[in-house]
């Protein structure tokens, strides 16, 4: 049957290859068959049909037939049906998708990083308040079962967990690996989205959106460009596009979480790096003795790897210290020497408290010292050299003893001379009752008589205290220390958009900051009152009003 369909019966209808029918113009002529489960045949209309539209009017003259094919069963499915059908597995499939997407929602959560963040900072004050590295017979001793502290805590949690060693325990370094984790994912879905957004020109068209934003306002007789030049020269970046105008300023402020959390990422890395694959070592060494930096040096972690100037042999060529007037210890100094597996002196170098050697990768600090030795003539003979020894006293003010036998040595009730020292400047002497016999200065070869025995103090010898330590990780940390501190205060730069539309002779101005939204005002009206007002005849007349 031929049916025309007259668009100008229906001027508001544009559906373009689309046809139009209605059930008063169906005609159809076929004779249903008996159903049977054995026999199963198609029933088939065949409708012939002219559309006239505003579009068909090329196609005039020519005839659409369709042919509707009626089944009493549901069609077979075709091959890419079957393959694009899911299968039982399809729930299981969507779940894994979205796996990744679900861990970084968890990650980038921000009370879990809070939580990560203090659980570090209790870690890292727990260890402060462990001495670290220490037998497991002090950790019995310190921490007993039999009186545990807070009722609870013991050597069993200290050496079960680590907390002996607790910057290369698994805990803390766990714990610091999820908090770099959460930072990492943070990043990914926060901080890059924003960023991305922020770099975007975004122009608005509509009055009414710019009407909304935080800060709005009317020139009723100005111009956009006008409106640009003012923005650029407060330092905006704009962009103007027909009537539309957007400009923005600060962009590094977006960019400044995304540094401050790649800082936090290498002051952790650089810290986990220190923790693991670092070397430390003490030794006290007299005046005048060696020892060999890989002798002292022991590993902290499993990174930890040796290097070409642990063969390097120290030599203590002399240790000396300086006084107050009052006689106190103010600084103490070392001159030490540095040779190569072939004897030759690599480096030579006086260091002092604060002042440390550094030789290839290995730091060498002036941390302490002690009295060795105390060289004497007795009666003409010598020099001997009496060990002196550190002995106990109340306070932390140091003092050292030796004794020399005087009389019959093989006797079970030896009597000699005392001498105590508390520094390198002045012996004290004591005769074989205990009582005061003199004081006596090294190097002042003056001669002091006890019981008989003519006594000369000929020197001093000191020992001096060094720590020794490589450190990896100590680059990465500065820099990541540096680099926190620039971003942190480029964070508070303010990213300032604004957008502006010329209405006829009138242009509409908004804006927003994602900081100092208090002084943003201000500004914008600071710089509108600068924009000048133009004549009515300066105008260019534009044909249409473009307002929202």
């Not at 714990?175 to 975004?202: D, E, F, H, N």
């Not at 941390?367 to 106990?392: R, V």
Request: aromatic share 10%.
């Amino acid at each position: 049957m031929e049916t025309l369909l007259n668009p100008s019966k229906t001027p508001n209808l544009f559906i373009p290859k689309t046809h139009l029918f209605k059930p008063y113009f169906l005609h159809s002529n076929f004779s249903p068959q008996p159903h049977s489960s054995f026999n199963r045949r198609p029933l088939s209309i065949t409708i012939t049909c002219k559309v006239k539209t505003s579009q068909g009017r090329k196609n005039d003259g020519k005839n659409i037939s369709k042919k509707i094919v009626l089944t009493d069963s549901a069609p077979e499915l075709s091959n890419e049906e079957i393959k694009a059908k899911p299968k039982g597995g399809g729930k299981a499939w969507g779940v894994i998708k979205k796996f990744p997407k679900r861990v970084l929602a968890i990650l980038s959560n921000l009370p879990l990083a809070i939580g990560e963040m203090f659980t570090v900072a209790g870690l890292m004050a727990l260890g402060t308040a462990i001495d670290q590295g220490e037998s497991p017979e002090y950790y019995f001793q310190k921490y007993p079962e039999e009186n545990p502290i807070f009722g609870f805590f013991t050597w069993r949690w200290v050496l079960t967990l680590g907390f002996d060693h607790m910057f290369s325990s698994p805990v803390f370094l766990g714990t610091l690996i999820l908090l770099g984790t959460s930072l990492m994912a943070c990043t990914y879905t926060t901080q890059i989205p924003l960023v991305k957004v922020a770099r975007r020109w975004s122009f608005l068209q509509s009055a009414d959106s710019i009407r909304k934003q935080e800060f709005s306002d009317t020139l009723p007789q100005a111009s956009v460009s006008d409106l640009g030049v003012i923005l650029m020269g407060a330092g905006y970046e704009v962009f103007l596009k027909g009537p539309s105008l957007y400009a923005f300023k600060g962009l590094a402020g977006r960019f400044a979480p995304i540094g401050v959390h790649l800082a936090m990422l290498l002051i952790m890395a650089g810290g986990t790096l220190s923790a693991t694959g670092s070397f430390r070592g003490s030794v006290t060494v007299p005046q005048g003795l060696n020892f060999v930096m890989g002798d002292v040096l022991g590993p902290t972690g499993f990174l930890s790897t040796p290097t070409e100037a642990f063969n390097t042999e120290v030599h203590v060529n002399k240790f000396y210290m300086d006084y107050y007037d009052s006689g106190e210890v103010s600084q103490f100094h070392t001159d030490l020497s540095l040779f190569d597996m072939n004897g030759k002196e690599v480096m030579r170098k006086t260091l002092s408290v604060n002042d440390p050697l550094r030789y290839g990768g290995i730091t060498i600090y002036q941390t302490n010292w002690s009295f060795s030795a105390l060289q004497i003539l007795k009666d003409g003979e010598g020099p001997f050299n009496l060990a002196m020894a550190p002995l106990t006293i109340n306070g932390d003010k140091k003092l050292f003893g030796t004794f020399l036998p005087v009389g019959d040595t093989d006797s079970s009730n030896v009597k000699g001379i005392s001498m105590l020292a508390r520094d390198l400047q002045s012996i004290v002497l004591y005769d074989k009752q205990g009582k005061f016999a003199g004081v006596r200065r090294p190097n002042s070869k003056l001669p002091i008589e006890i019981d008989g025995t003519k006594i000369v103090i000929v020197d001093a010898i000191g020992s001096s205290g060094l720590d020794l330590k490589t450190d990896p990780g100590v680059p990465a940390v500065y820099a990541g220390f540096g680099a926190l501190m620039l971003t942190t205060c480029i964070s508070y730069l303010s990213h300032a958009q604004i957008w502006a539309l010329q209405d006829g002779t009138t242009v509409i101005v908004g804006g927003k900051t994602n900081r100092a939204k208090a002084e943003f005002p201000d500004e914008m009206n600071r710089l509108l009152d600068q924009v000048p007002e133009i004549l009515e005849s300066s105008i260019s007349k534009k044909p249409d009003n473009i307002g929202g």
